[in-house]
């Protein structure tokens, strides 16, 4: 059972603070103890049960894990992906957003990225799947790991620069 101010995942709405833990009767003849979150990239209060298998929910990584995810951006490979149709593809990027897992959503950026970068040496644009799943995946990894590194979102990008940077600089020594 979480805490009142654990940072946890909850879902794809990223990171959530666990403001309190209350029992509370949303239907007749039912009180449940609920976790009460407050996303910290989104506006709102979220009323979690305790007892909750729908929605998928962890502590968020610490500041260690992060520092070490980021170190491995370097060496994590892009994917080709191919699809026969956009629900196929879209059903395929959800899949990976589904895993909850950072390395999952580094990969999944990096290979989107990759599949932008082919689109705009043949002058064409991204499509909107591609661009909705990159947003996503993105606000996911980048606010778990604002939250972790205690720094602000708009800075993450900045932070894994220069930290890829510094680390390959090292390498090529």
Do not use: W
Request: hydrophobic share 35%.
């Amino acid at each position: 059972m979480y805490k009142v101010d654990d940072l946890i995942m909850y879902g794809t709405t990223g990171v959530c603070r666990i403001e309190a833990i209350s029992r509370e009767e949303f239907s007749p003849d039912n009180v449940q103890l609920y976790y009460v979150l407050q996303p910290l990239y989104q506006s709102g209060t979220i009323y979690a049960p305790v007892d909750n298998q729908k929605v998928y929910t962890r502590p968020i990584i610490s500041k260690d894990a992060a520092n070490s995810l980021i170190d491995e951006i370097p060496s994590v490979e892009a994917e080709a992906v191919k699809c026969s149709s956009i629900q196929q593809l879209s059903k395929y990027y959800q899949g990976i957003i589904d895993t909850h897992d950072c390395r999952d959503l580094i990969k999944l950026a990096k290979s989107i990225h990759v599949k932008e970068e082919a689109a705009n040496k043949q002058n064409r644009n991204l499509g909107q799947i591609d661009k909705k799943f990159m947003k996503r995946a993105r606000d996911l990894l980048f606010g778990e790991m604002a939250a972790a590194l205690e720094i602000s979102i708009d800075d993450v990008a900045g932070y894994i620069n220069r930290r890829v940077d510094e680390d390959i600089i090292q390498e090529v020594d």
